[in-house]
């Protein structure tokens, strides 16, 4: 009988493994991830703005970082698919290694397995007519749903702030800084974008120039927590890697 099962390992150790070395994964994810941004900026965009929307429209909306189910949207729920991964197996590793708070560790990789749900789903979306009907529409706040969502992430900050001063200097700045660039393109550009859109509308190089700016920073800020978290668990775990053992065993 076949079982596949995932554990940690020591790179000193000399099972059969398929590994995958966490810095591996993060770099990939930055080649990615820069492959995305320098194909839609040096020549999508150049094509929308040169020779209009009607031109090649299917392959700019494939690449076109303001709309959902394409390459980026599916780039970024992959992305944050990986931290929760991650994040779910430092959870493990410090609960085996007796470390600080493991259960923090989980909580992240939950908040993350929602954040990529809501990126392929668009679950935030939904919330914006409900936040109207209860606050008003103003145009800051065309895009209503970053108000519940702002108040979630102070709730976020001061619920896990007692948890980034006893991580390592490094990996703390990390996180913050990773965070800071999410926060400020998915909420901070957004409502600047809904602020635009309910002035002047979205055919107009201000308003694609604010949805390109918000999407890098929130892909940036994702990919700088994953290789915040790669380089965590390696200096972490002593540079352990998942690896997926097949072992055979005979009845």
Partial sequence: MERCHLRWTDRFAHPAPIAVHL??????????????ILSRLIVLQSVMFWSGYHLL??????FSLG?????PAYFSTLALLACSVLLAAMAIGETRQEGYQPSYWAALSGIFLFLSMDEMMSIHERLSEPVKALVGETAVFHYAWVLPYGVVVVIFVAAFSRFLIHLPRRTALFFVLSGALYVTGA???EALSGYHYSRFGAKDVAYVALQTIEEILEISGTILFLYALAD???RRFEAMDF????DVASR
């Fill in 57 to 62: 429209s299917g392959l700019l909306a494939a």
């Fill in 232 to 234: 965590y668990a390696e």
């Fill in 187 to 189: 909420l901070g550009f």
């Fill in 23 to 36: 810095r591996v994964v993060s770099r990939t994810a930055k080649l990615a991830y820069c492959v995305l």
């Fill in 243 to 246: 690896c997926l053992m097949r």
């Fill in 67 to 71: 709309a959902e189910n394409n390459f």
